[in-house]
């Protein structure tokens, strides 16, 4: 009898060690301890989006412009630049090979005002403002480098719709220079209802709120020839896509789609999109903002902060974190870190207890 007694202590030890020991799994939807804050940094505007690049973050604060912080010890912030916009900094997005600004100013002439940040070519024209595109309310943008000398530029906005520009070096002039632009005009996008983008390679994906998502190939001949644009599919979402990515294998465009949470849908067939699955994790109202990184989907709502879902299975998506924020604004993430702007308390950086 002693002996049982023994082996009953002896393995209720070991229960209770193995629950106090560090896990080595991430943690699941049902706790809200899968992120650690390892900082938050009080920013003087309202931080409502963020661009990182190296060990710098490039914050836009509305009326306090573009502000620049360096990120190498994230558990202390500390701000280098500032940059003075035309209008109030909505969005933004850096290019670090250009060193090129893409700040959406909609306050005062819309759309997406250009910057060139520090010299390029040995031309001196640091914090230039050179251009601007568009002229409505923007509701997203995006960039892809083609060369150190050319860059794209797609943006969507309440007036002009889906519009491509791109930005080149003169060399003539030695300046940078608004380049060929092109809005395009289908029916089957109402341009008043696009609220988000992502552009991959020769893919635009466009969340198209209440139509849902469009799938546009864009072949691109320099910055004078213009751009060939097809609309090779669409699909509607059960809610309204309000942000769009897709995963590391391309064969999926995950959705935060609003009220229905997040949606992921197979591409493989850009002709005959489908929904695979849906999860709408407890406490989602409004998905806003949607950054994919590992497999990983890390999605915002508008009133409950931050989730993060596994979907190296599209068809079986699982909720591994969530972590509160009263009013987020935009998120990135990085290889050890996760940043998330909040309009009344600034940056706030996060990291996995555990890693998924």
């Known amino acids: 009898m002693k002996n049982q007694q023994w082996l009953l202590i002896t393995v209720a030890a070991l229960i209770i060690f193995a629950g106090c020991a ?72 850096f290019d670090p090979i250009t060193n090129l600004f893409f700040v959406n100013t909609s306050d005062n002439l819309g759309g997406i005002e250009f910057i060139s940040y520090v010299d390029h070519h040995g031309i001196h024209e640091p914090k230039r403002s050179f251009g601007q595109v568009g002229s409505g309310t923007m509701y997203g943008m995006a960039y892809r480098q083609v060369s150190p000398d050319t860059v794209i530029v797609t943006g969507i906005d309440a007036t002009d719709g889906l519009f491509i520009r791109t930005v080149y070096w003169d060399t003539q002039f030695n300046e940078w220079q608004p380049g060929y632009g092109s809005s395009w005009d289908v029916i089957s996008l109402d341009y008043g209802k696009m609220r988000g983008l992502y552009y991959d ?71 005959n999109p489908e929904i695979a699955s849906t999860i709408l994790p407890e ?33 079986n998506p699982v909720l591994i974190g969530k972590y509160r924020t009263p009013e987020p604004t935009s998120i990135e993430v990085t290889d050890d870190y996760i940043f998330v702007t909040d309009e009344n308390l600034g940056i706030i950086v996060l990291e996995w207890r555990n890693q998924p």
């Open 22 to 93: 560090e896990r080595n799994t991430p943690l699941v939807s049902t706790e809200d301890y899968a992120f650690k804050l390892v900082s938050q940094t009080q920013t003087s505007g309202w931080a409502v989006d963020i661009a990182i690049a190296g060990d710098s973050a490039y914050v836009a604060e509305q009326e306090g412009g573009v502000t620049i912080w360096d990120i190498s010890n994230p558990e202390n912030l500390k701000i280098k630049d500032t940059l003075s916009t035309s209008g109030n900094a909505k969005m933004i997005e």
């Open 201 to 271: 390679n020769d893919r635009i994906y466009v969340a198209n709120n209440q139509m849902g998502i469009a799938i546009i190939n864009m072949n691109y001949g320099d910055e004078t020839g213009g751009f060939d644009l097809t609309l090779l599919g669409s699909i509607d979402t059960p809610g309204a896509a309000r942000a769009v990515g897709v995963n590391d294998e391309k064969t999926h465009v995950i959705v935060a789609d609003w009220e229905s949470g997040l949606v992921i849908i197979d591409v493989t067939d850009p002709a």
């Open 283 to 315: 406490g989602v109202r409004r998905a806003i903002k949607l950054v994919v990184r590992n497999n990983v989907a890390y999605f915002l709502d508008q009133y409950d902060g931050m989730f993060a879902v596994d979907v190296n299975d599209p068809i």
